[in-house]
């Protein structure tokens, strides 16, 4: 208990499932932590949620935030501004469209939707997020950036402009963490694998086939659980990751170093 004892938190896409998961545990471990999410009802459900499991919580706010729009990004990050500026984002925030697909299939509209969230909502919140930090003289501080194991390993399944998306995530935070590396900010990506998650569950629906396409490349036999993800976001944004910096960190069961799975 304690491991962000006075941080101030923010979370976007946080009504979903890693999103939701990480508020609890952030809420646990004594942040103070603000809630965005473009949708406003499930935010609210998220609220509640949190406030149900961890009455204890310190501060607890919400804002409807579009990460793929700027002026809502900056507005959401000066939010905390009386809470004394951001210690920790968590740009988490994302989506994987039914329509995205390989080179020849996907619309250029979906590309751009893609992009507009998957990437530029990244760097809004990195950027905004700096902006606070050196208002507020902080000088330890992380911002964690979530891609996916797809940015890492190809699939014969294609979603070309989500898989692109992430690997400009991966690119994006590793120079954010040279360039504000003396100013104690740190930037990692997190890599998960597939999740039991709305993002994809909804996706996949009970179509057997697809699912046990992707299930037989994991080790371990499953997909991951959102809290397992939470876990890893957790100590990549308290100071007990503080000589962490840069690195696609991976939470994916072991699925992209594995050459044949066992029976
Ligand atoms: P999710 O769909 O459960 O939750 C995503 C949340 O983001 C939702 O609450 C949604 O309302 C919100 N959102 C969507 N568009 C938004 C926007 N423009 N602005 C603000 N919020 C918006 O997804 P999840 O599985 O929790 O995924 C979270 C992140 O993890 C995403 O970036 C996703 O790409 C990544 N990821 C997920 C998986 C997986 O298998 N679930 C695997 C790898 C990476």
Redesign the pocket.
């Known amino acids: 208990m304690g491991r962000l004892e006075g941080k101030n938190c923010i979370i976007?896409?946080?009504?979903?499932?890693?999103?939701l998961e990480t508020a609890i545990l952030f809420a646990r471990e004594g942040a103070n932590v603000l809630l965005?999410?473009?949708?406003g009802p499930?935010l609210e459900k998220a609220e509640a949620k949190v406030k149900e499991l961890v009455p204890e919580v310190k501060k607890l706010e919400t804002k409807i935030?579009?990460?793929?729009k700027e002026e809502n990004v900056k507005a959401s990050v000066e939010h905390i501004d009386s809470w004394g500026g951001v210690d920790v984002m968590f740009n988490?925030?994302?989506?994987?469209h039914g329509d995205d697909a390989d080179a020849i299939d996907t619309p250029e509209k979906i590309w751009d939707l893609t992009h507009a969230?998957?990437v530029k909502?990244v760097w809004f919140g990195s950027k905004y997020a700096v902006i606070s930090m050196r208002k507020h003289g902080k000088k330890k501080t992380s911002i964690i950036n979530?891609?996916?194991?797809?940015a890492l390993v190809g699939a014969a399944t294609p979603q070309l402009a989500?898989t692109a998306s992430?690997g400009a995530v991966l690119a994006m935070t590793r120079e954010l963490a040279m360039v504000h590396a003396r100013e104690g900010f740190r930037f990692n990506s997190l890599c998960?694998?597939?999740?039991n998650?709305?993002?994809?569950q909804d996706w996949l629906g009970d179509d057997k086939a697809k699912r046990h396409r992707r299930e037989v490349h994991f080790p371990t036999g499953r997909?991951g659980e959102?809290i397992e993800l939470a876990q890893a976001v957790l100590f990549l944004a308290s100071d007990e990751s503080s000589f962490v910096n840069g690195t696609d960190f991976l939470v994916d069961g072991g699925m992209t170093k594995c050459y044949v799975t066992p029976e």
């Not at 979530?146 to 797809?150: E, G, H, K, M, P």
């Not at 998960?192 to 999740?195: E, G, H, M, R």
């Open positions: 976007t896409g946080a009504a979903g499932g890693i999103g965005t999410d473009i949708s499930a935030t579009d990460v793929s988490n925030a994302g989506i994987m969230i998957n909502g979530t891609a996916s194991v797809v989500y992430k998960p694998a597939p999740l998650t709305p993002l994809l997909f959102a």
